[in-house]
């Protein structure tokens, strides 16, 4: 059996990094809309508690600020939340990413092993350490279900 070429590994990791890198810098200016905004707000607020608390104000002028604090707390909220949506959304996708360095790891590991296996008869319980079932498509493809990356103990956790 042949081992994937390194070469391979390296292009396959670049790619990925490449992209994950992309998507950072795509996300990173509506992240800093969004920042600027809270910013904005928050200095916004500050100005009309100093008023507040600093300033001889009639009722009605106390009611207004009160609407206007109101209004800033709400649109902070949509702010926040955005910020929050899309914090989370690069959590989420930077797991993905994981996932995939992770799968080209294993693979890469796969190769290893078996390239190195001279007895070819151990392949049999090798092979399903890391792969579970193989199915040929319609296409005369075939698809590879990947067992999880393999564990070890290390006193009462489980180690990948």
Do not use: C
């Amino acid at each position: 059996m042949n081992k994937i070429p390194q070469e391979d590994i390296k292009i396959a990791i670049e790619e990925l990094r490449k992209r994950d890198e992309e998507r950072k810098k795509n996300m990173a200016p509506e992240l800093q809309k969004y920042h600027s905004a809270q910013m904005q707000l928050l200095q916004e607020k500050k100005k009309v508690l100093n008023i507040l608390l600093t300033q001889k104000i009639n009722e009605f002028l106390i009611l207004e600020l009160n609407k206007k604090i109101e209004q800033i707390e709400t649109d902070l909220q949509t702010v926040d939340a955005k910020i929050n949506a899309l914090e989370a959304s690069n959590y989420s996708e930077s797991g993905l990413y994981k996932a995939a360095f992770d799968i080209v790891s294993q693979l890469n590991k796969f190769s290893t092993i078996v390239s190195q296996t001279a007895d070819k008869s151990s392949l049999r319980t090798i092979i399903p350490l890391y792969i579970s079932a193989i199915k040929m498509e319609k296409d005369r493809t075939f698809h590879f279900k990947m067992n999880p990356a393999l564990s070890s103990t290390n006193g009462t956790e489980w180690w990948a």
